[in-house]
C-alpha cells in the first residue's frame, strides 16, 4: 500500500492536468481513472465532436463549391471512415497523456473508487473489493458528470442516444430527433445536417442556446434553419413510442416526430458515487460545495471541474485544478506561490455549431442588471474583407462596455473562427483594459480578429467600416 501527497480522482481534463502540476512542484501524486485518462473531454466529448466538426463543416463546403467559382462536388459519404478518423484523433492524444504520465513517473492507477475513510489525518481510498488502493495526505475530486436521463425516454444506445452513444455510431441515420437545443443539441445538430441528415431539434424554453447573448440565439436560429434543421421551441416532449426501427414523439404542441434515432442532450448531472466514512462531504443537488479556492468542508479535501457545479467547461476543470494544485504546494513546501482568481463570470465560452458561438464576460441583459449605464458597439463580418475572401460573413462580433469605467465587460461572437477570437475578449476583460487604452493595440490586416477591434472601437461609434 503506497502512500501519496496527494491523491487525485478522476483523470479529466482537470484531473490529469492537476496530477501533471503537483509532480511539476516536486509533490508526490497519483492519479486514480478507471477509464482511459483525459475523462469526458477527451474520450467522449469536446475531442471526437471537434473531428466530426471539421469533416462535417469541410463536406458542406465542398458540397457548395460553386459560390467560390468551382464546380459543385458530389461525392458518397462513408461514414465509417469519418468514424475512424475519429477515434485515431482520439488515440493520438489520449496517448500522449498516458505518455505523458509515464515519463513523468506519475502513477495511473485504473481502479474504481468505491469509499474514502479519514484515519489519523490520513485519507484511506479504497476500491470495489474493499482493498486499500492507497493513502494521501490530500485529496483532489474531479470526477465529473454524466449525461441527464429522461424517465420515459431512457437511453438504450441504440435508438434513444446519450452524447456518448451517438459517437459509437459507425452508419448515419437518415433522421435524427435531437431533445434539447442547448450547447451539445445543438453542435449535434450541425455535424448531422451538413452529413445529409434530417434533423429536428425540439427545445422546451423559448429559444436554443438559451445561456447564450439573445441576439446570438436567434442568429443562429436563422442559420441552422438554413442547414435545413426543424426548430421546435416553446416544446416539450410528452412520450416517446418505439416503432420497428424508429421512434415516434409526441409533443407538447400535439405534433409527432418520427426519427431513426433520438439524441436526449437536456443537460448533465454530476458524477459522485464515492462512499465517504468518518466524514460528509456538503453538497447540493449532487454537486459538491467549495469555496474560492476550490476547498470543500473537508479539510485537506479539494473538489474541481464538473462535479462543483460552476462551469461545466473543460476549461474551467484545468484551471481550477491549478489552483489547488499551487494552494496545496504552499501548504506542502512552504512556498509562497502567487494564486490564481478565477472569475467565473469571464470564463470563455465556445460553442462549435455552424457558424461558430463564442462569448465571454456578461451578456447585453446581464450588463443592464448589474450597471446603470452600458454601451455597445457591433461590427458584422460581411464588412470584413478576410471575411468577404473566405465566404464566411454570416455573423457579427457584439461588445458590452460599462459606460462609467470604460471598461469592457463583454463580448459575444458569431461567425467564423469565433472560438478562437475569444481569446482576445478574455484577455481584455480579465486584464481589465479600458476602451480608450485598447486604442493602443495595433491589429494585423486583413485578418478575422480586426472584427473585434471594431466591435470595440464602435462602443465609442469610432469603428471605420461600419454606419
Not at 436560429?221 to 416539450?236: A, D, P, R, V, Y
Not at 467564423?416 to 493595440?441: D, G
Request: hydrophobic content about 40%.
Amino acid at each position: 500500500m503506497e502512500h501519496f501527497q496527494t491523491v487525485v480522482i478522476g483523470g479529466g481534463p482537470g484531473g490529469y492536468e492537476t496530477a501533471i502540476r503537483f509532480n511539476q512542484l516536486g509533490i508526490n501524486t497519483a492519479c486514480i481513472e478507471k477509464e482511459r485518462l483525459g475523462g469526458v473531454c477527451l474520450n467522449w466529448g469536446c475531442i471526437p465532436t471537434k473531428a466530426l466538426v471539421k469533416v462535417a463543416d469541410l463536406y458542406h463546403e465542398m458540397r457548395n463549391a460553386k459560390e467560390f467559382g468551382l464546380e459543385n462536388f458530389e461525392s458518397a459519404l462513408n461514414y465509417e471512415n469519418i468514424y475512424n478518423r475519429k477515434n485515431i484523433v482520439v488515440e493520438k492524444l489520449v496517448s500522449g497523456i498516458e505518455f505523458l504520465f509515464k515519463k513523468r513517473q506519475i502513477p495511473n492507477i485504473k481502479k474504481n473508487v468505491k469509499k474514502i475513510e479519514k484515519i489519523d489525518n490520513i485519507f484511506y481510498i479504497t476500491s470495489d473489493d474493499d482493498s486499500v488502493i492507497c493513502t494521501a495526505d490530500y485529496i483532489v475530486i474531479g470526477t465529473g458528470s454524466i449525461p441527464k436521463e429522461l424517465s420515459f425516454l431512457p437511453f438504450d444506445g441504440e435508438i434513444v442516444l446519450s452524447s456518448n452513444h451517438i459517437l459509437s455510431l459507425k452508419a448515419l441515420p437518415k433522421s435524427l430527433a435531437i431533445v434539447g437545443g442547448g450547447v451539445i443539441g445543438c453542435e449535434f445538430a450541425c455535424i448531422f445536417a451538413q452529413l445529409g441528415v434530417k434533423v429536428d431539434i425540439i427545445e422546451f424554453l423559448p429559444n436554443i442556446v438559451p445561456t447564450e447573448d439573445i441576439e446570438i440565439s436567434r442568429r443562429l436560429t436563422m442559420s441552422l434553419k438554413k442547414l435545413g434543421i426543424s426548430i421546435h421551441t416553446n416544446t416539450g416532449v410528452n412520450a416517446g413510442k418505439r416503432l420497428d426501427n424508429e421512434i415516434e414523439l409526441s409533443l407538447s404542441n400535439e405534433k409527432t416526430i418520427i426519427a431513426e434515432k433520438v439524441l436526449v442532450s437536456v443537460g448533465r448531472q454530476p458524477f459522485f458515487d464515492i462512499e465517504t466514512k468518518n466524514f460528509v462531504i456538503s453538497n447540493e443537488k449532487g454537486f459538491i460545495q467549495i469555496d474560492n479556492e476550490c476547498k470543500t468542508n473537508v479539510d485537506k479535501i479539494y473538489a474541481i471541474g464538473d462535479i462543483t457545479g460552476k462551469l461545466m467547461l473543460a476549461h474551467t476543470a484545468s484551471k481550477q485544478g491549478l489552483l489547488v494544485a499551487d494552494i496545496i504546494a504552499n501548504k506542502i513546501l512552504k512556498t509562497q506561490r502567487k494564486l490564481i482568481n478565477i472569475d467565473y463570470d469571464n470564463i470563455p465560452n465556445c460553442i462549435f455549431t455552424n457558424p461558430e458561438i463564442a462569448s465571454c464576460g456578461l451578456s447585453e441583459q446581464q450588463a443592464k442588471d448589474r450597471y446603470q449605464n452600458i454601451k455597445i458597439g457591433k461590427f458584422p463580418f460581411a464588412a470584413n474583407g478576410k471575411a468577404l475572401g473566405m465566404g464566411a460573413t454570416l455573423g457579427f462580433v457584439k461588445t458590452i462596455i460599462d459606460a462609467e469605467t470604460d471598461l469592457i465587460i463583454g463580448v459575444h461572437i458569431i461567425g467564423p473562427l469565433a472560438t478562437e477570437l475569444i481569446a482576445q475578449a478574455s484577455i481584455l476583460i480579465n486584464t481589465k483594459i479600458k476602451v480608450s487604452e485598447f486604442a493602443n493595440i495595433i491589429y494585423a490586416h486583413p485578418t478575422i480578429s480586426e472584427c473585434v477591434m471594431e466591435s470595440i472601437e464602435d462602443t465609442h461609434k469610432l469603428a471605420i467600416h461600419t454606419i
